[in-house]
């Protein structure tokens, strides 16, 4: 059965959303070399494609989404990732891949993150990069609420962590070739709007015609080429960020609020 497509998260590897598919899964992979032993939070998992990347760590799988955590094979839990009904000090790790851009108040995640993560504990945090995603000036994506430049994620993760080392997504030149033309279409559609009036159509609407054109240009007309990539289309580097896909922050040191327990 053909899957139901939406850009809130990754549910297929077919057509030409192969590239994104991949591009997550070199996220788990790199965190799996990064992280500790020891139970892991997977903060905003959705279906959980990539989790058992990070065996043997037992994992626990947390979305807002009951359908997209139905059917793992795991213990996961239905929860916005800005109120956790963990304890304090639960996990070892936390990976967040691609979820902090989802709320507009990212800053109540990373406290929480904090505070279910033990002291020497590691807290992984993967999102877009603003400066290369879609438009610098603008958040195009409407499933998203917040965009981070290097800087930005930097001074988000170090008011909550002691430390906060960033490193970059970055793509291969089969990769690039493709962005270079989905972003060329993105503009010109952009173009038939230059006074940016596409800001006054509700959030649920654009969400709905957003849908539709990666339908569109992902399955019905999907690139050939698109099949071709692969995990390792995607390394990961520490410079020169500002170009990178992706941004990762690898963060220690929890620095827990006085007012959580």
Known sequence: MRPRVTGERVVTREGAFNPTWQRHVAAYAYAAEVLGPGRVLDLGCGTGHSFHLLAPRETVGVDIDAGALAGQERETVVADMRELPFPGSSFESVVAAQSL?????????????????????????????????????E????????????????????????????????????????????????????????????GLIPRRVRQYLYDRRLSHERLDRGDPRAAAIEVE?????????????????????????????
């Open 101 to 137: 851009e989802h709320v507009p108040d990212p800053e109540r995640v990373l406290a929480e993150v904090a505070r279910v993560l033990r002291r020497d504990g590691t807290a992984l945090f993967v999102t877009p990069n603003r400066l290369t995603f879609a438009k610098p000036d």
């Open 139 to 198: 958040i195009i994506d409407p499933y998203h609420h917040v965009e981070f430049d290097r800087r930005e994620l930097r001074e988000l993760c170090e008011a909550h962590f002691g430390s906060a080392d960033l490193r970059g997504v970055f793509g291969s030149e089969r990769y690039m070739e493709l962005h270079r033309d989905e972003r060329e279409r993105l503009d010109a559609l952009l173009r038939r709007d230059p006074l940016r009036l596409r």
């Open 233 to 261: 289309d995607f390394p990961i580097r520490s410079e020169p960020l500002d170009e990178s896909l992706d941004l990762i922050a690898i963060c220690r040191e929890p620095r827990r609020s006085p007012y959580l327990t």
